[in-house]
């Protein structure tokens, strides 16, 4: 009984922006076709976040590797996490310039390395070290985003990177063996002051797995998420609540807003069922349920 969900952000688009566009939804589509191929192949629920959050990263119309906001400094500053719930190992990220795939260095830390988190000039260090890909920083920039980065500057104001509604994106699976995984990655807000840490690479706030109840992967205000602990909450309204995966799934968003905080999850319990809820306008989201198709939704339509 495979499932699959990934989201590409969850915003609020400027009036008269179209945030519709079909190339977001083929991008979508094309990402989770090949991750349920994967996953129907018999790989691991670890394997097929892996690669379906480093194939979003790879698409500058998100907000994660190439196409990742900027920061004050004008630079992308990159955050990941990635977490098994089989073993409840996990691998994150943060600050991350200079590796191709920050998914893929949080993967690393996670097996390769006696530590759970690396930051800044360490954490590209260790990617270096693990011999991952590395990049020039300018690898990563698109005019759009220096753009947006210019007029957060005239205004004087941070704008999340789902006001854009392009923001962080992530997966959650569980695999033919019944095993679960989440991964997120994220450039974070325009115009953030450098070093800024948002909910992505913090295990039970933006990213969680455990094979006992749940993957999920958020999106949004990420102060409110890890206020919120969304990720670890959801876990333990299952666990120990004894609630449905909508109960806990829309009592967790709904604690976030209680924080002023917009955006949406994905998740997928131990039996299979899959939550996509958010609280702002949109959610770019794609998702194979137990019929085994996969569909696209960005609005409250689906």
């Known amino acids: ?3 699959l969900a990934l989201h590409g ?9 179209t945030a519709d566009q079909p190339e977001h939804r083929a991008a979508l589509q ?14 691991s629920a670890v394997d097929v976040v892996e690669r379906v959050v480093e194939l979003l990263e790879l698409c500058p119309l998100f907000n994660a590797g190439v196409g990742a906001v900027l920061n004050a400094d004008g630079h992308a500053e990159l955050d990941a996490a990635i977490m098994d719930g089989c073993s409840r190992a996990a691998g994150a990220v943060t600050g991350v310039m200079r590796t191709r795939s920050p998914v893929r ?10 530590h759970l988190m690396f930051a800044g000039a360490g954490a590209d260090a260790v990617g270096r070290e693990l011999g991952l890909p590395v990049v020039d920083p300018g690898y990563f920039v698109i005019d759009e ?20 509604a392009f923001g962080t994106v992530g997966a959650v699976a569980r695999d033919a063996q019944g095993h679960l995984a989440a991964s997120t990655s994220t450039g974070g807000l325009t115009n953030k002051r450098p070093g800024r840490v948002g909910d992505t690479p913090i ?6 797995a455990d094979d006992r109840s749940v993957a999920v992967s958020c999106t949004g205000t990420g102060e409110c998420f890890m206020r919120a602990a969304a990720g670890y909450q959801i876990h333990a309204r299952l666990t120990w609540a004894g609630e449905d995966l909508k109960t ?23 039996d299979g069922h899959i939550e996509l809820p958010f609280n702002s306008h949109l959610m770019y989201r794609a998702w194979v349920g137990s019929d085994g198709l996969v569909r696209v939704g960005i609005g409250p339509e689906a």
């Open 105 to 114: 260095l949080a993967r690393a830390v996670m097996e390769r390395s006696p």
């Open 203 to 208: 295990i039970g706030a933006g990213t969680y």
């Open 248 to 270: 806990a799934t829309q009592a967790a968003l709904a604690d976030v807003k209680g924080q002023n905080g917009r955006g949406g999850l994905i998740a997928i319990d131990r």
């Open 145 to 164: 985003r220096v753009q947006q980065l210019e007029q957060a500057r005239k205004a004087g104001v941070i704008v999340l990177d789902h006001d854009s």
């Open 9 to 17: 952000g969850a915003g609020d688009p400027a009036p008269g922006v």
């Open 30 to 43: 094309r990402i989770a076709e090949e991750g349920r191929a994967m996953l129907s192949a018999g790989r």
């Open 1 to 3: 009984m495979i499932r």
